[in-house]
């Protein structure tokens, strides 16, 4: 039997705890007078992870080896489940990398124990620029539950969340067909009709993909698809709260309206972030920029290309915002994106111990990384 015990204060209530793992599971908690003063929280949950310290999942050239280097990176990050994510490319290109991360599951303990299952972001998505983003328009095709189908079969049944754009024709059907084989699906990187965010949230999609971007940089004032997604209860939203893709005021009015309860925080990392500033040539995107504060920009213009602040940077920006505790912003990237995954992300006898200590200043902005348990085991 492998027991051991960690102490923090839990962020929900601000108190000294201690948790007693055994087997790599929650077997007990109890308060303490005194110890360890680091905040002690479940380990980080982020649903959109496309890279991140040069390891990038949208690489022509994507191995195994790529996917367990992520995933360490992850962990070292306070992160200890997340969801790899695959952007819109040509069929044959996400079979291979769908393979590439089941393999990684086969061969890695640390990664079977940290990817679920995987995030497929398109390539159902809109063709219009604004919407489609970085997304490759070549690439960009009609939902096909046949093509799911062979995903599924590529990666033993790995793809458990697909977001795609619900103006298809057929992208109800599409939905439903999901659903029913137990595949949670998103709405982002659209142009539909809010009548036909209503449509799919009925068909079943439970998710907005970064929410307030991959979207037209102008919109009709009301109605449009940002309102009806922050209006339809049957969506959680996920937000980059990275500083760059949402203005704080923006950031603040979106939480405020979805709720705690139906918020989402994630990175939506890519391979150049957690790199030294400077110019990098991407798989996706071409040449980006990479600045000390995190924003990745294409050169000359003003769009972005991507995100490099790990999920704990979103945290800490939310911690911030007026009206914001600690304890909700790690709400959003812990419990919330954990019912998704089947109820991780949560203090609880009987949880996984799945669990992260760090240091909070707030003046500075700053959460800092301590120890971080996969199962129970120290990483």
Request: proline letters at 6%.
């Amino acid at each position: 039997m492998n027991r051991t015990s960690i102490q923090g204060r839990d962020p929900a209530n601000g108190q000294m705890v201690e948790i007693v793992v055994v087997n790599g599971m929650i077997a007990a908690i109890q308060s303490v007078s005194s110890g360890e003063e680091r905040w002690l929280s479940p380990g980080f949950i982020d649903l959109q992870v496309n890279g991140y310290c040069g390891h990038d999942l949208n690489d022509a050239a994507i191995t195994p080896d790529v996917v367990v280097a992520l995933t360490q990176e992850m962990a070292a990050c306070g992160v200890t489940s997340f969801l790899p994510t695959l952007i819109t490319a040509a069929e044959e290109r996400l079979v291979a990398a769908l393979r590439a991360i089941a393999e990684a599951r086969r061969i890695s303990p640390l990664a079977a124990h940290m990817i679920p299952y995987v995030h497929v972001e398109g390539p159902h998505l809109s063709a219009a620029d604004g919407p489609r983003g970085a997304h490759p328009r070549a690439h960009v095709r009609p939902p096909d539950s046949q093509e799911f189908e062979r995903w599924q079969a590529a990666c033993d049944g790995l793809v458990g969340l697909v977001t795609i754009s619900p103006h298809w024709d057929g992208a109800l059907d599409y939905i439903a067909h999901l659903v029913r084989r137990g595949t949670l699906v998103a709405l982002g990187h659209s142009d539909a009709e809010p009548a036909r965010i209503h449509a799919a949230a009925g068909a079943g999609a439970v998710l907005s993909t970064h929410l307030g971007n991959g979207v037209a940089g102008q919109l009709p004032r009301h109605p449009n698809l940002i309102w009806a997604q922050l209006a339809d209860d049957r969506l959680t939203a996920m937000f980059i709260a990275d500083g760059h893709h949402l203005p704080a005021d923006t950031l603040l009015a979106m939480l405020r309206a979805k709720g705690i309860e139906r918020s989402i925080l994630v990175s939506d990392a890519v391979a150049v972030g957690g790199l030294p500033p400077g110019v990098y040539e991407t798989p996706i995107g071409g040449t980006v920029e990479l600045t000390a504060t995190g924003r990745i920009g294409i050169p000359g213009t003003g769009t972005l290309g991507g995100a490099a602040l790990p999920l704990k940077d979103g945290i800490a920006n939310v911690a911030r915002l007026a009206g914001f505790s600690l304890q909700q912003a790690v709400r959003m990237a812990t419990e919330n994106p954990g019912r998704f995954l089947g109820g991780r992300g949560v203090l609880r006898v009987g949880a996984r111990a799945d669990l992260v200590q760090f240091e909070w200043h707030p003046a500075e902005g700053d959460l800092e990384i301590g120890r971080v348990f996969v199962g129970g085991v120290e990483q």
